[in-house]
């Protein structure tokens, strides 16, 4: 079991808008401001898109946000293409670890 | 541009020790004051952060991987260094090194990564 909670799916049509969700507690999304999101593409490794919550590192498209309330933080990807379709995974600092994943999120473009 | 790049044995007896090596390219593993870590994944599975190590030598760990798993780092070669022992068929992962983008400032996020290796354990 994970422990930051994502949907095992989400899907969008090209042009579309999609969020993910990731679930902590206060002991490690509510408390902190390190959220990092991840895009893996099949037999690929995973690549930064989002760290610190909501910036972007140089070469991510701005298609790509991030946000967060409370215990929730949450992945954008707005005008969605089809090389947008991926799993993405979020990652935050916990008092308990210090790093903890979520289980994944597998991303279809319609 | 740094590059990095995972080493070693693909295939592991039960109950022996797993050891991989990541190679920094493009840059000292001293300089910029980052932090390096492993993480793996299982088939079909999600990330899982084993632990990370400081230029310097500090090192924090998972915890439930902690009583297995020492890493360490050896600047002259410009690499660091996983050991996991008393592997099980549940060890079975692809295991990627990976760099914490900032510097002394801590992204807590990995910038770059391996390309990843598979081990497995069987005898």
């Known amino acids: 079991q994970s422990a930051l909670t994502q949907p095992a799916s989400v899907s969008g049509s090209p042009g579309q808008s999609i969020t993910i969700s990731c679930t902590g507690t206060?002991?490690?999304?509510?408390?902190?401001?390190?959220v990092s999101w991840y895009q893996q593409h099949p037999g690929k490794a995973p690549k930064l898109m989002i760290y610190?919550?909501?910036k972007r590192p140089s070469g991510v498209s701005n298609r790509f946000s991030g946000s967060k309330s409370g215990n929730t933080a949450s992945l954008t990807v707005s005008g969605l293409q089809a090389e947008d379709e991926a799993d993405y995974y979020c990652?935050?600092?916990?008092?308990?670890?210090?790093?903890?994943f979520g289980g994944g999120t597998k991303l279809t473009v319609l | 541009q740094v590059q990095l790049q995972e080493s070693g044995p693909g295939l592991v007896k039960p109950s022996q020790t797993l050891s991989l090596t990541c190679t920094v390219s493009?840059?000292?593993?001293?300089?910029?004051?980052?932090?390096w870590s492993w993480i793996r994944q299982h088939p079909g599975k999600g990330l899982e952060w084993i632990g990370y190590?400081?230029?310097?030598?500090?090192?924090n760990y998972n915890p439930s991987l902690k009583s297995r798993v020492t890493i360490s780092v050896d600047t002259s070669k410009n690499q660091f260094s996983l050991k996991m022992s008393s592997v099980t068929a549940a060890d079975r992962a692809v295991y990627y090194c990976?760099?914490?983008?900032?510097?002394?400032?801590?992204?807590?996020?990995?910038?770059?990564w391996g390309q990843g290796t598979m081990v497995t354990v069987s005898s």
């Open positions: 190590i400081s230029y310097s030598g500090s090192s």
């Open positions: 990652c935050s600092y916990a008092s308990s670890s210090p790093l903890v």
């Open positions: 206060s002991s490690d999304v509510g408390s902190y401001n390190f």
């Open positions: 493009g840059g000292s593993i001293s300089s910029g004051g980052y932090y």
């Open positions: 610190e919550g909501n």
């Open positions: 990976a760099r914490d983008g900032g510097g002394r400032l801590r992204w807590y996020a990995f910038d770059i």
